[in-house]
């Protein structure tokens, strides 16, 4: 049973559409994150949820829009997609009882936007 | 700055051989420290963390790394690689120990270790 899973695992999109990726986990964690791996493996954070509250909200243009349902899910809406928007996005969650660090990811949704 | 810093990029070995990966950082308090490992295609996975007390840390499968705060490293070893380490490895590190704006890891660049059979 997959502890953080996310679909579609690959995505292959023209500019300027809109597209979604759907981030479920089932560990039971209160804290819901976004990462982008860009081409050169670099991960960075993009958004942070904490019991459906966001609260981390990196400079990620406006295109980017998060949503929690509640707290087992966070969805990434990307609106009028750029090339540059090509890159591995990992879903990740944690329990945060004081912040420990231990991340559980989902295996990524690679977005190419040609 | 805070940062995180992973020199090799790439990393050949010998299946058998021990292995040694580099981790700088620069903050100005004792951080919390974690590699992590991504397999091809996978997402990452927590092998150890660091967060105060003995300097030598264990983890999963026969991995263990040292925090040296004179040298702000924390390098991660294993004396006999086999060939299923193949993978990506990545050091991080909280910049909000304990603090209320979540788990904010910050990633080195990654080293792809490659091991020869």
């Known amino acids: 049973d997959t502890a953080v899973s996310q679909t579609p695992k690959y995505l292959v999109t023209q500019m300027g559409n809109d597209k979604s990726i759907k981030c479920e986990q089932n560990l039971g964690h209160d804290t819901m994150y976004w990462y982008k791996q860009d081409s050169k493996k670099f991960l960075k954070i993009m958004f942070s949820?904490?019991?459906?509250?966001?609260?981390i909200n990196e400079t990620v243009p406006n295109r980017f829009s998060p949503k929690s349902p509640d707290k087992a899910h966070l969805n990434l809406h990307i609106n009028s997609l750029e090339l540059g928007d090509s890159a591995v996005y990992f879903c990740?969650?944690?329990?945060?009882?004081?912040?420990?660090?231990?991340?559980?990811f989902g295996e990524g949704s690679r977005l190419t936007v040609l | 700055a805070q940062s995180v810093t992973q020199p090799d990029i790439h990393i050949t070995v010998s299946e058998g051989a021990s292995l040694e990966l580099r981790c700088n950082y620069s903050?100005?308090?004792?951080?919390?420290l974690f590699w992590y490992v991504q397999s091809p295609g996978q997402g990452l996975q927590l092998l150890l963390k660091y967060f105060s007390g003995d300097t030598l840390v264990q983890g999963i499968k026969g991995f263990e790394a040292e925090f040296k705060r004179s040298q702000s490293s924390f390098n991660l070893r294993k004396p006999s690689v086999h060939w299923s380490d193949a993978a990506e490895y990545f050091c991080a590190f909280l910049a909000s120990p304990g603090g209320g704006g979540g788990n904010k890891l910050t990633f080195g660049t990654g080293t792809q270790l490659k091991v020869e059979l």
């Open positions: 903050y100005g308090a004792t951080p919390y």
């Open positions: 949820y904490n019991n459906k509250e966001l609260i």
């Open positions: 990740a969650s944690s329990q945060v009882p004081g912040g420990t660090g231990e991340l559980f």
